[in-house]
C-alpha cells in the first residue's frame, strides 16, 4: 500500500485555506536569492521556507500561516485537562518543539495555539485529538511560511 505524500494541493489553496490561522507579526525577507523568511511572531524569531515565490513578501507588519511536518516520535496528544502551558522553542534553523492546544484537527492536520497558531501536519494519521486537546509537538525542518495577502481572508 501507498501513502499519500501530498498535504496541500497548491501553495495558493493552502494558503486561502489555513488563513484564518495566520500568526500576525513582523516579516523580514532575506536578501535576494534566499529562500528563507524572517518572522517575528509570539516572542520568537522563526526562518520560515518561503512557500508564496520570490520576491512576493515585503518587509513589515504581515500575517503568515506557519506550517510545519511533525516528527511522529515527538509528538503525544495530552488531552483537555493537562495542566500545560503554551509554550515553543526554536530548534535549529528552522524546526520547533513546543505545547499547545488544539484548535481544529482532522486525520493528519492539527491547528495548534503554542505562543502563535501553528499548522502542523503528518504525511500519515496524527493521534486523535479534538479542539481543546493539549498536546506537544515536535517539528522537522524547515518550518514552510505562506504570506496571507488581503484577498486569502
Do not use: I, N
Amino acid at each position: 500500500m501507498t501513502q499519500d505524500r501530498t498535504l496541500e494541493t497548491s501553495e495558493t489553496e493552502f494558503a486561502k485555506r489555513y488563513a484564518p490561522h495566520a500568526a500576525q507579526g513582523t516579516l523580514y525577507p532575506q536578501h535576494e536569492g534566499s529562500p528563507l523568511l524572517e518572522f517575528l511572531a509570539g516572542g520568537r524569531v522563526l526562518y520560515l521556507f518561503d512557500r508564496c515565490g520570490p520576491y512576493a513578501a515585503r518587509p513589515g507588519p504581515a500575517r503568515v500561516v506557519v506550517h510545519g511536518l511533525l516528527d511522529p516520535d515527538g509528538t503525544e496528544v495530552l488531552g483537555p485537562h493537562a495542566a500545560a502551558e503554551e509554550r515553543l522553542t526554536v530548534q535549529g534553523v528552522s524546526a520547533v518543539t513546543g505545547c499547545g492546544q488544539v484548535v481544529e484537527a482532522s486525520r493528519r492536520v492539527w491547528v495548534v495555539q503554542a505562543r502563535l497558531p501553528l499548522v502542523l501536519a503528518a504525511f500519515g494519521a496524527l493521534p486523535p485529538a479534538q479542539p481543546g486537546d493539549w498536546v506537544t509537538f515536535r517539528t522537522l525542518p524547515p518550518l514552510h511560511g505562506f504570506v496571507v495577502r488581503e484577498g486569502d481572508r
